[in-house]
């Protein structure tokens, strides 16, 4: 971040109620230094989180800002709709947008900074000649069924993630993380892959799932369920338990039977079960099947209930740890 004079607005206004809304880069590099600055000293640096987000958000979100109001001396959330992640136009259009509705719960969940730009501010050029490519990493599961889903998530995620860091002018060392959530594990595994290919100097951290008391992923989505169909979709998580319970035993994982027991809930139609591991999310043929279960894994499933496509996954063995 580069610091500049102090910006106007609520920004220039660290008393007003947080979070403190930025609309454009340089204000966050001002206002992101002088709170840095403010922090009560420690012996170790400060500390800065980034959360992500377009916005509508929920409680999966508040947990992402919680899990980095835990870790952080000042906790930044970007609120940004991000057209190019989008494969239908008018799905981007009808995204719900509602910024004091956000803002809100970002107040409760204790976040510093929203920084809510607009276009031209992440994307001055227009829409980007210069693109990021998600590889072979970006083409399956998911993306498989979304086409260029996840490049047009790197190019905004490379885009905030340096726009959000720390100012090299600010006048003590600060750490810098960035959250995602465990729920999206192909987009944390194209995140990770980014900061490691590209060199950023940002710890990625990941926020554990949040289920309900039953074990359905917390997800948007949910809400479109009838209370049949979200009694049907515990079906998902039960098969995750249960390959999590073998791996853990060392049992062979016997993916076939989490598979059956899928199919045997006529409301869910399975897309995928794969067991992969998670950072490539390259099939683990070996030890899945019929051999003792060692090391780490990831299991990531897809499946539909009525219109709703939902997805889930959970980490194995050592990978859980
Ligand atoms: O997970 C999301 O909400 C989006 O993909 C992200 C990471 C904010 C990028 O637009």
Redesign the pocket.
């Known amino acids: 971040m580069n610091t500049t004079a102090p910006p106007p607005g609520d920004a220039g206004a660290l008393g007003a109620t947080r979070p403190l809304l930025v609309r454009t880069a340089a204000e966050l590099a001002a206002l992101g230094s002088r709170l840095l600055a403010q922090a009560p000293a420690t012996d170790g640096p400060r500390r800065l989180g980034l959360v992500?987000?377009?916005g509508a958000l929920h409680a999966g979100h508040e947990h992402l800002v919680s899990a980095a109001r835990a870790e952080n001396d000042v906790v930044v959330v970007s609120v940004?709709v991000?057209r190019l992640?989008f494969d239908d136009p008018a799905d981007f259009e009808r995204y719900p947008r509602d910024l004091e509705a956000d803002r809100a719960l970002l107040a409760s969940a204790g976040a510093d900074i929203v920084f809510a730009p607009e276009e031209p501010e992440i994307y001055p050029g227009g829409a980007p000649l210069v693109r990021l490519s998600s590889g072979t990493l970006g083409e399956k599961f998911e993306g498989a069924s979304r086409p260029g889903h996840f490049d047009g998530?790197l190019a905004?995620?490379a885009k905030l993630l340096h726009i959000a860091q720390p100012s090299s002018l600010t006048p003590v060392p600060v750490e810098y993380s960035a959250y995602?959530g465990q729920k999206?594990a192909q987009?944390l595994a194209i995140v990770r892959r980014l900061v490691t290919d590209l060199s950023y100097p940002v710890r990625i951290r990941a926020v554990p799932i949040v289920r309900s008391a039953e074990g359905l992923a917390l997800s948007s989505r949910n809400q479109f369920l009838t209370p049949e169909q979200a009694d049907a979709a515990l079906v998902l998580s039960r098969a995750l338990f249960l390959l999590a319970d073998r791996a853990a035993a060392h049992e062979a994982l016997m993916i076939d039977e989490a598979e059956d027991l899928i199919g045997s809930q006529p409301l869910v139609e399975l897309d995928y079960l794969e067991v992969v591991d998670p950072d490539t999310l390259e099939p683990l043929a070996f030890n899945c099947r019929e051999t003792p279960f060692t090391g780490g894994a990831l299991v990531l499933v897809a499946a539909r209930t009525g219109q709703v496509r939902l997805i889930d996954n959970m980490l194995l063995g050592d990978a859980a740890d």
């Open positions: 992500p987000t377009m940004f991000n992640q998530m905004v995620v995602f999206d987009q």
